[in-house]
C-alpha cells in the first residue's frame, strides 16, 4: 500500500474525521450492500420481532428497508453526532432510533439486552486505525456482553 493511502485510510478510525465528512454530506450513502442484497442473508438468521442494534450507522438507509420489510425495533448507533443528528432529523420510520455511541464501550446497553448486532463497516474502519487489534477486541467483547443468546 502506498504512504497517500495508508494516510487517508487511516483517518477512517477518527470520529473527527467522521464529523466533517457527515458535515458536508448531502445524500444516504451505502458502502457495501443495500438491504435487497443481504435480505436472503439477514432475514433467516435474524427474527423481525428481534431487538437490533445496527453498529455505525453512518448515512446508510439499511435499517430504512428493514423497517418496511417488517423489522420492528431497530437502534442504529455512530460515535459521529453530525450524522446521527442528521439521520434523526431526517428520520423515515417511527420504529427506528438514533443514538450518539461508541461501539467499543457502551454502558448504557445492559447486558444481554439486545438479540442481534449489525456491522456492515464499522470493523473495516476500525482496522485502518493505530490501535486496530485493540479497537476491534473492544467492539466484539461489547457486541458480545449484551447481546443475549437463545
Request: some cysteine; proline content about 2%; aromatic content about 8%.
Amino acid at each position: 500500500m502506498c504512504a497517500a493511502t495508508q494516510v487517508v485510510t487511516q483517518e477512517y478510525s477518527d470520529q473527527d474525521y467522521w464529523n466533517e465528512r457527515y458535515s458536508k454530506a448531502s445524500t444516504s450513502f451505502e458502502w457495501y450492500q443495500r438491504f435487497d442484497s443481504l435480505k436472503h442473508i439477514i432475514t433467516p438468521l435474524i427474527p423481525k420481532d428481534a431487538t437490533i442494534l445496527q453498529i455505525g450507522v453512518g448515512n446508510s438507509r439499511l435499517q430504512d428497508d428493514m423497517v418496511l420489510d417488517g423489522y420492528s425495533s431497530i437502534t442504529s448507533i455512530d460515535f459521529s453526532e453530525v450524522v446521527i443528528e442528521q439521520m434523526q432529523q431526517d428520520q423515515q420510520q417511527q420504529q427506528l432510533q438514533y443514538a450518539v455511541a461508541d461501539a467499543r464501550s457502551m454502558p448504557q446497553y445492559a447486558d444481554s439486552s439486545i438479540g442481534a448486532v449489525l456491522d456492515k463497516g464499522t470493523m473495516d474502519a476500525m482496522a485502518c486505525g493505530e490501535k486496530a487489534a485493540l479497537d476491534i477486541h473492544a467492539m466484539l467483547c461489547e457486541s458480545s456482553r449484551y447481546v443475549h443468546n437463545e
